[in-house]
Structures are given as C-alpha cells and as structure tokens.
Nanobody
Framework: QLQLVESGGGLVQPGGSLRLSCAAS????????IGWFRQAPGKEREGVSC????????DYADSVKGRFTISRDNAKNTAYLQMNSLKPEDTAVYYC????????????????????WGKGTLVTVSS
C-alpha cells in the first residue's frame, strides 16, 4: 500500500525551528518529486516547497524562501523540511505529497500534479 506519513510537527515559539519528515512506504520515491504543502485555518492549501526526484533542484514559495530548506534521502525513502525562523503565520497543517516526474516538471510553483498525499502534521507557532 502506497503511503506517505509526515512527522515532526508540534508547538514552537516564534523564531524557533522544526524539522518535518515525510516517510514513504509501498513505493520507491526515487523517481518522484516531493512537495510540501500547508493549510492554515480558514485558508486554502498552498505549496511551500518542492524537490525533484534526483534532489538536484528545489523550489520555494516566496513566503518561506531563506527560512525553509527541503531535502531528501532516497536511501531512506524520506524527505525533510527544515523550518527556521518560524513565524505565527507559518501555523498550519503541513502535508507532503509525491508526484511521478514523467515528461512534466512538478517543482514549479504551486506544484500541481502530485499523485500521493500524506495526512498531515500540525505546526503551531505561538508564544
């Protein structure tokens, strides 16, 4: 069964850091782009960051550039989102998603075309 499971969310003070993980099972992510998305209360889901299957290319939403870093370890079938200098407006449920890269570029904001989604992990930034 193909599955993505996010972890690492929690409560953090403004200016703090968190590292989210996205573990895949039931398939190899080697040829899949991995995207991170978030949905804040009362808002639509938005793209946050994306990394290509090889890890050679990354992209970020303007709102997180310079603060968030996406990475992946294909040997562990896992992707990560390092979040630094967190702000209250970063509060949201964070989701990871995977999309096969065949003839299209998925890591172009807002990262449409993902095929598989996790259930999300809550990040709360508050003092």
């Amino acid at each position: 069964q193909l599955q993505l499971v996010e972890s690492g969310g929690g409560l953090v003070q403004p200016g703090g850091s968190l590292r989210l993980s996205c573990a895949a099972s039931g398939f190899s992510v080697d040829n899949y782009a991995i995207g991170w998305f978030r949905q804040a209360p009362g808002k639509e889901r938005e793209g946050v960051s994306c990394i290509t299957g090889s890890g050679g290319s990354t992209d970020y939403a303007d709102s997180v550039k310079g603060r968030f870093t996406i990475s992946r370890d294909n040997a562990k079938n896992t992707a990560y989102l390092q979040m630094n200098s967190l702000k209250p407006e970063d509060t949201a449920v964070y989701y990871c998603a995977a999309g096969i890269e065949v003839g299209i570029r998925l890591c172009v904001f807002p990262y449409y075309g993902m095929d598989y989604w996790g259930k999300g992990t809550l990040v709360t930034v508050s003092s």
